[in-house]
């Protein structure tokens, strides 16, 4: 949370908290969660908060929520935008339809370079934590108390320090914030390396007396040092074991029902935990050590879950309450741990009650939301955590900042929590919010991407539904790794099986089986494509024809023209034939050549089918290019697609699949480059081919008919809209399926949407 931030089977086998006796979580099944008819919580709407940004502001401008809090009636959500440098309001009253409600900048209650760090409602006001910090050494902040019906700043409270979060007790009596004072990561300390600790000022936590909740003027702030004041360590962090006890960086508070206050020092793994009334420290302990097998630890493109980090500091970033006895942290880690997980601790021994071990990383490969390009770093990096009860049911959520999900569990038993289901989210979920009394789960994303398209956005979840909307596929097993969903194709004779392949997103190919009889549809098997020395290859395949004569076509994309190929697979998966493009083609194309293929067989032999994305530069403008290839001949058959137009900067047009309908007669995806609520032309499109072939030379340009619009259907998951539409194909069972590229997480949120859009005999009708 900090401004200079962004902000299974084998587990835990080893705890620096030496004699605890600790629960660990095995690996979730594919069928995991609620199945049991208990309520699931499903999307209702998501919403850029670009959209809530003041008139004069660009559209390509920062903006982000961070962390939320909500009226007392539950209907108006209020976040912190420390790009922006304000706080943000939105009319959530009708959870389907997100309104924004403007903004209220921090430059108009003080200086431009204030920064919104956490917020929380008191009554009829929120109050919202700033850092005014003008260096590293000389942090500063303070609390405005703003009315929220006419947005007046009525008070304003010096914390003496930097601040991060923010928490109020269950009897608001009182509210709590860490003060961070935290650490330049560039700095050097006397005779340590750069970013080291101690850095000083040290860190302590704020609490104010609410005393009468409708008179701010009452308030008093009343200050607990986490050192001495001489400035050594208090003798109950050094006898805790904290990595530098003189310099604690508070980073997040809790209070339970009791009221005590819990206080994570993540820098210093470890746990504080104060007496909210007294202003008393009680208790300190390290989160400890933990060692965690089976999971991915290497950034080179290739889903390895054989890894292991040894004796790494947990070094939590949230705490939560799950009752008043047990404690929950998400170990994202800083700059010596992180444990990719979550931990139940027990608040009267120090110790580790329940660990989440590999248990997360797990579930994220299962559900295509592995970020392969933080495997070598701290993983799915769990930063957010929330607890509350919903119809008589505690529930905790944690929130991957890395892997863009909240994995929801029944904690009914701290000492067994049950994992319930995933939420997808948009990139970097930060701010986790309950909103028990309607039913709702808030969640804000940090991340904002405006080159990308991908924005930062506020997503509401409601419980209630018998069935969880997400995901809509998943591997049957956590050690099948998956995702760039970019391609897909029946299998002949089998009326509920497809297949896909994984694209330049992995540094090698594998051909996915798809089982569509289950809900969510699973991922049964994983067959890597190989040389004829059996090494794995990497081929950016962007198209996959399962053949009824056994193995497989693949549509592979080129960085250049040239490298452009159909390259055939046998059913062992060895690389058997390689078709290269004619040169004239070649030649006029740069990166965006094949993208999808299919294939037809006859009595004159087999005939493959490839769409070319783009137009070539020697072809006319707008029009791109659908290859028949002979494979007796070797000869190329090529006809005209004309490409629908679009006036948005940096936006285009392209084809991104082909599958076969019978009859000379094909389906193709037409598709912008746009997503979220910019997204406009995700289309499926017929064409038919003339029975006379095109003389040498020509290019005639096919008649298009409309067949899909797939714009609502995306629209439907009530997220953010992808952008890839690109996998189609008609399945034994006469329905059509789409799949969406997840870019492997690449300048994308993750989230794959897999599902049928209904008979092929009524969208494909003549």
Same mark, same amino acid.
Do not use: C
């Given at each position: ?37 208990? @309520? ?10 670009? #959209? ?129 004072? #935290? ?38 702030? =009343? ?55 007294? =202003? ?55 700059? $010596? ?32 939301? =592995? ?13 957010? &955590? ?28 701290? &000492? ?49 539904? $018998? ?19 970019? @391609? ?8 509920? #099986? ?91 194309? $740069?990166? #965006? ?13 087999? =005939? ?73 032309? $995700? ?5 038919? &081919? ?77």
């Amino acid at each position: 949370m900090s401004r200079s931030t962004s902000r299974a089977i084998a587990v835990v086998a080893a705890t620096a908290l030496a004699g605890a006796a600790v629960a660990v979580a095995t690996a979730p099944s594919a069928s995991a969660g609620n199945r049991g008819g208990a @309520a699931f919580f499903n999307r209702t709407d998501t919403y850029a908060v670009y #959209q809530n940004r003041p008139s004069g502001d660009a559209v390509a401008d920062e903006t982000v929520a961070e962390i939320s809090t909500v009226t007392q009636d539950g209907r108006t959500m209020i976040y912190t935008d420390a790009a922006g440098k304000r706080i943000g309001f939105l009319d959530i009253s009708n959870p389907e339809k997100i309104k924004g409600l403007g903004t209220l900048s921090l430059e108009e209650l003080g200086d431009t370079d204030d920064q919104p760090t956490s917020v929380t409602v008191v009554g009829d006001y929120v109050l919202v934590v700033v850092d005014t910090s003008k260096s590293f050494t000389e942090p500063s902040g303070r609390v405005d108390v703003i009315r929220i019906k006419d947005r007046t700043r009525v008070r304003s409270i010096d914390l003496g320090g930097q601040p991060d979060s923010i928490a109020v007790d269950k009897k608001t009596q009182r509210v709590a914030i860490a003060m961070e004072n #935290q650490r330049d990561e560039e700095a050097t300390p006397a005779g340590g390396e750069e970013g080291d600790l101690p850095q000083l000022p040290a860190g302590f936590v704020q609490i104010i007396e609410l005393g009468r909740v409708t008179n701010p003027a009452s308030w008093t702030a =009343h200050r607990v040092s986490l050192t001495n004041t001489d400035g050594t360590a208090l003798k109950s962090l050094k006898d805790a074991g904290l990595d530098t006890p003189t310099d604690p960086e508070p980073e997040y508070v809790s209070f339970n029902e009791d009221g005590t206050l819990a206080v994570t020092l993540q820098e210093n793994n470890g746990i504080v935990l104060i007496d909210g009334a007294k =202003h008393k420290i009680t208790r300190v302990f390290s989160a400890g050590t933990a060692t965690v097998t089976g999971i991915d630890t290497e950034d080179d493109g290739v889903i390895d879950q054989t890894g292991s980090i040894t004796d790494t500091p947990r070094e939590p970033d949230a705490v939560a309450w799950l009752d008043n006895r047990y404690l929950a942290t998400a170990n994202e880690g800083d700059w $010596k741990g992180g444990t990719r997980g979550w931990t139940v601790f027990d608040s009267k021994t120090g110790k580790v009650a329940w660990d989440a071990g590999n248990t997360l990383e797990k579930l994220a490969v299962q559900n295509g939301l =592995h970020s392969e390009s933080r495997a070598g770093k701290k993983g799915i990096e769990p930063e957010g &955590l929330a607890t509350a009860e919903y119809n008589g049911v505690n529930y905790a959520f944690v929130g991957s900042e890395r892997s863009n999900f909240v994995a929801v569990y029944d904690i009914e038993n701290p &000492l067994k929590p049950k994992y319930v289901q995933m939420l997808a989210t948009t990139n970097g979920p930060e701010g986790i919010l309950p909103i028990t009394s309607r039913g709702l789960l808030a969640v804000s994303s940090e991340v904002d991407d405006a080159e990308s398209g991908v924005r930062a956005t506020v997503s509401l979840y409601r419980i209630g539904a $018998k069935s969880a909307d997400f995901p809509q596929i998943q591997s049957a097993s956590s050690d099948i790794g998956w995702g760039t969903l970019g @391609a897909l194709s029946a299998v002949p004779g089998k009326k509920n #099986q497809l297949v896909s392949v994984t694209d330049a997103g992995y540094s090698t190919t594998g051909i996915l089986t798809i089982d569509t009889s289950k809900s969510p549809a699973r991922i049964t098997k994983r067959l890597a494509v190989t040389d004829s020395s059996g090494t794995e290859v990497g081929l950016d395949a962007e198209g996959v024809y399962a053949r009824p004569q056994g193995g497989y076509w693949l549509a592979v994309e080129g960085a250049s023209g040239a490298e452009n190929k159909l390259v055939r697979v046998s059913a062992e998966g060895v690389v058997a034939e390689s078709v290269a493009l004619p040169e004239e083609v070649a030649a006029g194309l $740069k990166s #965006q050549g094949f993208e999808g293929v299919t294939a037809t067989t006859d009595k004159s032999g087999e =005939h493959v089918y490839a769409v070319i994305q783009r137009a070539s530069s020697t072809d006319p403008a707008g029009v791109a290019r659908i290859g028949r290839y002979d494979v007796r001949t070797g000869d190329w058959t090529w006809y005209g697609y004309q490409l629908e137009t679009t006036s948005t900067d940096g936006d285009w047009i392209g084809l991104s699949e082909i599958t076969s309908l019978g009859d000379n007669r094909f389906a193709v995806i037409e598709r912008d480059k746009l997503n979220g609520p910019n997204a406009r032309v $995700k289309r499926i499109y017929t064409v038919t &081919l003339p029975k006379t072939d095109p003389a040498d030379g020509t290019l005639p340009v096919l008649k298009k008919k409309l067949a899909k619009d797939v714009l609502p259907d995306l629209e439907a998951t009530n997220g953010w809209t992808q952008e890839k539409l690109e996998g189609l194909t008609v399945g034994g069972d006469g329905r059509v399926y789409i799949s969406t590229d997840n870019d492997a997480l690449d300048d994308s949120t993750g989230e794959t949407v897999f599902m049928s859009i209904g008979k092929a005999s009524k969208i494909f009708k003549k």
